[in-house]
């Protein structure tokens, strides 16, 4: 059975990429997800899309809220596979945009 999945695009901190990028892979890291795959925008080097997964979904919601709360990264889309909850992501895009307002 496929573990749950998480496709993510994020905009990073232009002033310190890879501060911004180490962040995020640290807080993967941490929230339990592995990395299936990384790509960074090669004309525009701030723009980076992963695709993680995780053995439950809630591990991925955790991870989408630490770093939309993270420093000067940006949820540009977040995509859960078919069998994450998206109850659970309307959540998270509501609490995304009251942190950034």
Not at 20 to 46: F, I, M, P, Y
Not at 62 to 85: I, K, N, P, Q, T
């Amino acid at each position: 059975m496929p573990l749950p999945t998480l496709q993510l695009a994020l905009r990073l901190d232009r002033a310190d990429v890879f501060g911004s990028l180490e962040w995020v892979l640290a807080s993967a890291r941490r929230t339990g997800l592995a990395l299936r795959q990384l790509q960074v925008d090669s004309e525009r080097g701030h723009m980076v899309n992963l695709c993680c997964e995780a053995p439950a979904a809630d591990l991925l919601h955790l991870f989408v809220r630490r770093v939309g709360y993270g420093v000067e990264v940006e949820v540009v889309d977040a995509e859960f596979s078919d069998d994450v909850d998206m109850l659970l992501v309307g959540c998270v895009e509501v609490e995304a945009e009251a942190a950034h307002a």
